[in-house]
């Protein structure tokens, strides 16, 4: 059979780079072999077609079911006529999606119908490294005002981290075709995308299309302590309410505001020691098993930790007066990017209660804004 290839994530590693090198290469992909199919529905914004992040929030139920039928009919269409024989699909969200949805069943089943053998891929980091950045996007989207010791107690405990049972669901439905990427790696001092690439055995087909600079290419920086700050505080002001457009484009503003000026040049590290030992304790067990069935070896011995480095949140306090000028220029220059009026004192608290119960129902009725209880 013909290989399907759905790339997972883990989210925030690497998979917007991954994702961009393969839509810049789309046109060129028929001559190897490769199918990355565009299944944007007619009409929808540029850039709606670089990942496949329609398909999978039709999936699991974030878009109507009428949305979930017209996507999976064009990939049935593009299979049927495509000469690949080897498609790739890619949405870092597909990982943590919740089982009810059976997204790794369905896809086996369209993609069988087809004869393609459904197989996955996913990238992994230190669950301690994914909740910080977790946290940075959190804040790069202005929806987090608490200190990432207060975020830790209780994202630090969701399944969303567990990477053992967010995999077996797509194991099972991929007959144990899993390729497993550490973020870094021990074995191997290869950019990411060399050895993801390598790692799915399209190395050899990919390597007349791709240039030093694609294999090294990254994108959507981490936000570094300087902009996290600002947007927490932003957010506990109730500016993220009136952004027009998305939200991230207000942390956009915020990053490019810090880095124009020489700030930012590490990326955000939370000061909760204790509360990241918690959580590299909670997940060893499962770390472990995840390994030992995709490497056939240790966790340790093949994921390499980012540097050791010291905390850089500025929520932690104190914070040096000079650096506080700073934070305040921006969070005043952030309420001027927004044409921030701001509300009576009642509402914003109204308003950080609604958000709150929102994301917690979701959760309950399976619609998860960040956690997989």
């Excluded at 072999?33 to 139920?61: E, K, M, T, W």
């Excluded at 959580?279 to 069935?293: E, L």
Aim: aromatic letters at 8%.
């Amino acid at each position: 059979m013909r290989r399907a290839i759905v790339h997972i994530g883990m989210p925030r590693t690497g998979s917007t780079s991954f994702q961009e090198v393969l839509a810049r290469l789309r046109p060129r992909l028929d001559s190897v072999g490769i199918c990355y199919p565009a299944l944007a529905p007619p009409g929808s914004p540029d850039g709606g077609d670089v990942n496949h992040f329609r398909l999978g929030q039709a999936l699991d139920r974030r878009r109507p079911a009428a949305e979930s039928r017209d996507a999976l009919a064009r990939l049935d269409a593009i299979l049927a006529t495509t000469r690949a024989d080897t498609v790739l699909l890619s949405y870092e969200d597909f990982s943590v999606q919740r089982p009810l949805w059976r997204v790794p069943e369905t896809l086996r089943s369209v993609f069988a119908g087809r004869g393609f053998a459904l197989e996955t891929a996913v990238v992994v980091k230190p669950q301690g490294e994914q909740l910080a950045s977790a946290y940075a996007l959190r804040t790069q989207v202005v929806f987090e005002g608490r200190t990432f010791r207060g975020f830790l107690r209780i994202e630090g405990a969701s399944g969303r981290y567990d990477y053992a049972a967010r995999l077996e669901p797509w194991r099972r439905a991929s007959a144990g075709r899993v390729v497993a990427i550490p973020y870094r790696d021990r074995r191997s001092g290869a950019p990411l995308l060399q050895r993801l690439i390598d790692g799915l055995g399209l190395g050899a087909r990919l390597a007349p299309l791709l240039g030093p600079a694609d294999l090294e290419y990254r994108t959507n920086q981490s936000s570094g302590p300087i902009a996290v700050e600002a947007a927490r505080r932003l957010y506990r002001l109730g500016v993220h309410r009136q952004v027009i457009g998305h939200p991230r484009r207000l942390g956009h503003f915020l990053d490019d505001w810090a880095w124009a000026r020489g700030l930012d040049g590490e990326r955000f590290r939370g000061d909760a020691p204790h509360g990241l030992a918690r959580v590299a304790a909670r997940f060893a067990a499962s770390n472990a098993r995840f390994a030992a069935s995709c490497w056939g070896r240790p966790w340790d011995a093949v994921v390499e930790p980012a540097p050791a480095a010291p905390p850089n949140e500025l929520a932690a306090g104190p914070i040096a007066p000079e650096t506080e000028d700073v934070v305040d220029a921006l969070v005043k220059a952030g309420m001027a990017h927004a044409a921030f009026r701001a509300p009576a004192a009642w509402r914003r608290r109204a308003g950080y209660v609604l958000e709150e119960a929102k994301e917690r129902l979701g959760d309950v009725l399976g619609f998860p804004g960040w956690r997989v209880p």
